[in-house]
């Protein structure tokens, strides 16, 4: 078993920053692919960004690439999404998320093993 908990989320304007967490405990020790999802009101939930717990390789929506980081804390179970250059369409709950692998991560039906409860975040325009 794995938990997964999320902080960091909050109210900013447009153009602005925030910086979320997931603190991850329990089965740390499988090679898990981490990962961010978000889901908006009316809409499906959809994939944000991903680190290998390892590898530290990253993935990215093409709707974040370059305005999203993500990335593992050294030494410390905990990974992070550097939000930057928020826009309102980013007006989500934001899900932490655990896999096996990227194609699970990244598939249409996405195959995932723990999610957190989610932290809110809201840009205002």
């Known amino acids: 078993q794995v938990q997964l908990v999320e902080s960091g989320g909050g109210l900013v304007q447009a153009g602005g920053s925030l910086r979320l967490f997931c603190a991850a405990s329990?089965?740390?020790?499988?090679?898990?692919?981490m990962g961010w999802f978000r889901q908006a009101p009316g809409k499906e939930r959809e994939f944000v960004a991903a680190?290998?717990?390892?590898?530290?390789?990253?993935y990215y929506a093409d709707s974040v690439e370059g305005r999203f980081t993500v990335s593992r804390e050294n030494g410390e179970n905990i990974i992070h999404l550097q939000m930057n250059g928020l826009e309102a369409v980013d007006t989500a709950v934001y899900y932490c998320?655990?896999?096996?692998?990227?194609?699970?991560?990244?598939?249409?039906?996405?195959?995932?093993?723990?999610w957190g409860q989610g932290t809110r975040v809201t840009v205002s325009s």
């Open positions: 329990g089965r740390t020790d499988i090679n898990y692919l």
């Open positions: 998320a655990a896999a096996l692998s990227a194609a699970q991560m990244m598939a249409a039906n996405p195959r995932i093993d723990y």
């Open positions: 680190v290998g717990w390892s590898s530290r390789s990253t």
